[in-house]
C-alpha cells in the first residue's frame, strides 16, 4: 500500500464533499453500511485525512479532521434521497477505493472515476422484464403450478413489472406504487381463479407479486444489524415490512374486486 499523504493538499470542505457524494452513492445503489463505511475510511486514509462517520437512513454526517493539525475539522451532512440496487456502482467503487489507496491518487483522479462510475447504467429495460418475467414462470413452476398457471404468472408479473417503472419515473410514492403494482398483477392472475383456468391459479396469483419482493433491503438490514449499525438496520427492516405490507394491500383489494374469498 502506498504511504498515504501526511499534508493534505485540498480544501476540507472540498474533500467532505467528495467523500460524502461517494458515501450517499454507495449507500444508495445498494451497500451495505459497514462496506460503506470501510471504503470511505479506506479513501480518506489514502488522502490524508481522519473522518468519523455518522448514519441514519436519511442521510450520512462526516466529520473530517487533517491528520497533522487534529483541531482542523469540518463536518458535512448529505441527505440520502433514494434507495436503489445497482450492484456494478457498489463494486467499481470498492475497485476503486483500492486503487486509491495503493496508487494514492490525486483528488482530481477520484472525482473524474467516480463521475465514470456513477453514470454507469442498469441493465437494459427489455432484458430486465424478460428475465425477471421468466423468474415468476420459474417460481410458479417451483411452487407446482402447470403451465397456464406459470403463463398467468408470467403475463402478470411483466405487466406489474411495468406499471412499477413507469410510476416511479414519473416520481409517484414507493409504497403507493408498490400497492398499484401488486394490486395489477394478482388481478390479472386472479382472473385465472375467477374463471376457472388451469389445475393452480391460485398459485399464479401467489408468485405473480414475488417481483417487489424486497430482497436487498432485508438483507442489508440483517447485515447492518449484525455490525451494530441499529439505527439503519431497524430502518431498513422497516421499508421491508411496510413494502410488504403494500404488497399484501394490492393482493387484498385485487381479490376484493374479483370477488376472491380464498
Given at each position: 500500500?502506498?504511504?498515504p ?17 461517494i ?48 483541531h ?8 440520502v ?8 456502482v ?52 417451483l411452487?407446482?403450478?402447470e ?55 391460485e ?5 405473480s ?51 376472491v374469498?380464498?
Amino acid at each position: 500500500m502506498a504511504i498515504p499523504n501526511s499534508a493534505p493538499e485540498y480544501n476540507h470542505r472540498t474533500v467532505s464533499s467528495l467523500l460524502l457524494d461517494i458515501a450517499v452513492l454507495l449507500i444508495s445503489s445498494g451497500a451495505h453500511t459497514d462496506r460503506v463505511n470501510r471504503n470511505i475510511r479506506r479513501i480518506s486514509y489514502a488522502m490524508g485525512y481522519d473522518i468519523e462517520l455518522f448514519f441514519s437512513f436519511a442521510g450520512i454526517t462526516l466529520t473530517l479532521s487533517d491528520r497533522e493539525s487534529p483541531h482542523l475539522q469540518h463536518t458535512a451532512f448529505k441527505r440520502v434521497t433514494h434507495y436503489a440496487v445497482n450492484l456494478s456502482v457498489v463494486s467499481a467503487i470498492s475497485r476503486m477505493s483500492w486503487k486509491v489507496a495503493f496508487e494514492n491518487w490525486p483528488m482530481t483522479d477520484i472525482a473524474t472515476e467516480i463521475e465514470r462510475i456513477r453514470s454507469i447504467p442498469h441493465y437494459p429495460k427489455m432484458v430486465s422484464l424478460v428475465m425477471i418475467t421468466l423468474a415468476g414462470m420459474a417460481f410458479c413452476r417451483l411452487a407446482g403450478g402447470e403451465v397456464l398457471a406459470m403463463l398467468l404468472a408470467g403475463a402478470a408479473t411483466a405487466i406489474g413489472f411495468t406499471v412499477r417503472n413507469i410510476l416511479l419515473a414519473k416520481g409517484y410514492n414507493l409504497i403507493l406504487t408498490v400497492v398499484s403494482a401488486a394490486f395489477i398483477a394478482s388481478t390479472i392472475s386472479g382472473l385465472g381463479l375467477v374463471f376457472h383456468w388451469g389445475d393452480s391459479p391460485e398459485i399464479a396469483v401467489a408468485t405473480s407479486v414475488l417481483f417487489l419482493i424486497p430482497g436487498v433491503p432485508l438483507i442489508n438490514s440483517i447485515i447492518d444489524l449484525m455490525h451494530g449499525y441499529i439505527i439503519v438496520g431497524q430502518a431498513r427492516a422497516t421499508q421491508g415490512i411496510v413494502i410488504a405490507f403494500a404488497i399484501a394491500t394490492g393482493i387484498v383489494i385485487s381479490s376484493a374486486l374479483l370477488g376472491v374469498h380464498q
